[in-house]
Every structure is written in structure tokens, then in C-alpha cells.
């Protein structure tokens, strides 16, 4: 059963026509209701693509918080093979909100790392939905030191609200684990490329994406807080999210044009929601693409091309 935005209800109601039509005519073999329901159908289609065509940068919020976009689990099962996780962070604990290890990518060995939200109510609070505490970022950087040690590509699968706030996390030091994963990021001579999948939220995001590339799916968000924190803060009223939305510029088509995505990944017509594997591949292409672009620079070029990558972010979209 498919779950519908608020701003896709109209959209529900014809789909959910066409559904009953067809569930009529199998209980009565008599009824033909083809023309009726590919009506609908055609009446769907052309919905969607109006209800897609310009998205205002909330609608994104939403569509990147789908509960059936593909999590970081489904593109590693997808794209990557012989995948070994690896947990813990050799310190205090194993973090499952944060999943990585050793996998091939296109045949060639790479470390994978990502934030897991988790698909059901069961996971979702298992995987503590995609929010990491302390330990999920030290596991990060447990794996990217390896990863450096051995001559691995990293490539880490943005999914995440943002760091889990919470008492312990915060006694456990949490602000100091975020600072030493970016660091890490930034400090690793070999291809680093990283994929905003959903949600990239607050420093939660950037311990993970501090990439030499770093793309984002069409519809995904990043931004230091979430459009409701920033309503909360600014106006004191959450229900502002919509006007936080637009300032906050979260949307990966500005965020191209600010330089801090290097490219928007194409979803299909109603998000990557409605096509997951056709999503997968497009990304698992983008991925390929961007390891292609860094296998031939030395580990100097690759910590000072990341380097300077962050020190432009900004520079050619401020007019805007």
C-alpha cells in the first residue's frame, strides 16, 4: 500500500479509484472496466508529474523523508557485493544506525559506509532512525582509517535527520566524535565520494559527506538543521517549517549551484520512491562515475582537492 504526502491526496484518490474499479472486476468477471481504469490511469500520471514539476523546497523535505525511498541497506544490497560489516568502534559499543565495511564495488574493493533509518517501526527503533551516537562515528572513522591504510575508496550513503542528541550521546562526547570523523574525511589520501540519499541533517551529515564528490539524489535535502529547528529558533513557532525551508536553501539543485553538491542524481517521476530500483542504479552509475574521476590522482592531490572543494563551497552561487 503505497503512502501518500499531504500534498499527494488528490493523487490518492484517483489511484485508489482505479484500484477499486480493477478489485471489482475480479470479484464480478462480467464487469469490463479497462477503459475506465486506464482513465484514471492516464489522469494519474498526468497529476504526479504536475504535483513534481516544481516542487517548492518543503514538498522536498517531505519526499526525501519517505518511508519508502531506499535505505542505505537496499543500495548495499543493490550495488555493492561480497559486503562484510563490520561493527563496533574498538571503544565503548556498536552503533547500528551507522552500518559499514568491506564490499566490491564494480569488482573493485572499496570500505562503504552509511546511516540506516530502518524500514518498519521495529527497525526504525533499532536503528535509532539514522541518528548516530558517539560510537557510530568513531566506528566511521575505525573504517576510513583502514580504508586509508590499505588504499581503499570510501564511499559513504547520506541518510540522517541528524547526530542523535540525546543525554548519553552528549556524555559520551558527541560533538568531539562528529569533529573527528570530518576530520578523518578530510585527512584520508585515498577517493572519498559521498551520496546524500534522503535526509543529509546538521553535522550528523557532514562527518560523513566531507567527500571529494559529493551528489545528491533530486529530491534528497541537506542543510545544518531541519526546516521545523530552524522555524523553532528564528520565529519560536515550528509551524513556520515552510518559510525555514525556502531561507535554509536545502534543496540539492541549490546546493549544486552553491558548490557543495558537485551533481544532482535524476529521480523517477514521483520520487525514488515510486521506481527504488531504477533510483538505485541511477546512483550506483553516479558512483561509478565519481570513483572514475579520483582513481588517477595521487593521495596529495586527493586530501588537497577535498581540501579546497570546501574552501570554494559558496563562492560561485552567492549572487543567486
Known amino acids: 500500500m503505497t503512502n501518500y504526502l499531504d500534498f499527494e491526496k488528490p493523487l490518492a484518490e484517483i489511484e485508489g479509484k482505479a484500484e477499486e474499479l480493477r478489485a471489482?472486476?475480479?470479484?464480478?468477471?462480467?464487469?469490463?472496466?479497462?477503459?475506465?481504469?486506464?482513465?484514471?490511469?492516464?489522469?494519474?500520471?498526468?497529476?504526479?508529474?504536475?504535483?513534481?514539476?516544481?516542487?517548492?523546497p518543503w514538498r522536498k523535505c517531505q519526499v526525501a523523508r519517505h518511508p519508502e525511498r531506499p535505505h542505505c541497506r537496499d543500495y548495499i544490497n543493490e550495488l555493492f557485493t561480497?559486503?562484510?560489516?563490520?561493527?563496533?568502534?574498538?571503544n565503548f559499543a556498536d552503533d547500528i544506525a551507522v552500518m559499514?565495511?568491506?564490499?566490491?564495488?564494480?569488482?573493485?574493493?572499496?570500505?562503504?559506509?552509511?546511516?540506516?533509518k530502518g524500514h518498519d517501526t521495529k527497525s526504525r527503533i533499532s536503528h535509532n532512525f539514522g541518528m548516530a551516537r558517539p560510537e557510530g562515528y568513531r566506528k566511521a572513522v575505525r573504517l576510513m582509517e583502514m580504508a586509508d591504510r590499505f588504499g581503499l575508496p570510501v564511499v559513504t550513503l547520506v541518510d540522517t535527520a541528524g547526530a542523535y542528541p540525546g543525554k548519553g550521546a552528549e556524555e559520551r562526547g558527541q560533538s568531539e566524535a562528529i569533529a573527528r570523523s570530518t576530520e578523518m574525511?578530510?585527512?584520508?589520501?585515498?577517493?572519498?565520494?559521498?551520496?546524500?540519499?534522503?535526509?543529509?541533517?546538521?553535522?550528523?551529515?557532514?562527518?560523513?559527506?566531507?567527500?571529494?564528490?559529493?551528489?545528491?539524489?533530486?529530491?534528497?535535502?541537506?542543510?545544518v538543521i531541519s526546516p521545523e529547528g530552524c522555524a523553532s529558533i528564528l520565529w519560536k513557532d515550528s509551524t513556520k517549517?515552510?518559510?525555514?525551508?525556502?531561507?535554509?536553501?536545502?534543496?540539492?539543485?541549490?546546493?549544486?549551484?552553491?558548490?557543495?553538491?558537485?551533481?544532482?542524481?535524476?529521480?523517477?517521476?514521483?520520487?525514488?520512491?515510486?521506481?527504488?530500483?531504477?533510483?538505485?542504479?541511477?546512483?550506483?552509475?553516479?558512483?561509478?562515475?565519481?570513483?572514475?574521476?579520483?582513481?588517477?590522482?595521487?593521495?596529495?592531490?586527493?586530501?588537497?582537492?577535498?581540501?579546497?572543494?570546501?574552501?570554494?563551497?559558496?563562492?560561485?552561487?552567492?549572487?543567486?
Do not use: W
Request: charged share 25%; aromatic share 4%.
Open 100 to 116: 559499514g565495511g568491506l564490499a566490491r564495488f564494480n569488482d573493485k574493493p572499496v570500505v562503504v559506509i552509511g546511516q540506516e
Open 24 to 56: 471489482l472486476a475480479q470479484q464480478n468477471e462480467e464487469m469490463d472496466v479497462a477503459d475506465e481504469a486506464a482513465a484514471l490511469d492516464r489522469k494519474a500520471s498526468e497529476l504526479l508529474e504536475e504535483l513534481y514539476k516544481e516542487l517548492t
Open 185 to 223: 574525511c578530510l585527512q584520508i589520501g585515498v577517493p572519498l565520494v559521498s551520496v546524500i540519499i534522503g535526509e543529509g541533517g546538521s553535522g550528523g551529515a557532514v562527518a560523513f559527506a566531507t567527500a571529494n564528490r559529493v551528489a545528491m539524489l533530486e529530491h534528497s535535502v541537506y542543510s
Open 241 to 320: 517549517m515552510r518559510e525555514a525551508a525556502e531561507a535554509l536553501r536545502v534543496t540539492a539543485q541549490d546546493l549544486e549551484l552553491l558548490g557543495v553538491a558537485d551533481r544532482v542524481i535524476s529521480e523517477p517521476m514521483g520520487g525514488a520512491h515510486r521506481d527504488r530500483q531504477a533510483t538505485m542504479q541511477s546512483v550506483g552509475s553516479a558512483i561509478g562515475s565519481m570513483l572514475s574521476e579520483l582513481e588517477e590522482m595521487s593521495k596529495a592531490d586527493l586530501v588537497a582537492n577535498r581540501r579546497q572543494k570546501f574552501l570554494n563551497i559558496g563562492s560561485k552561487g552567492l549572487a543567486a
Open 82 to 90: 561480497d559486503y562484510t560489516p563490520l561493527a563496533g568502534d574498538r
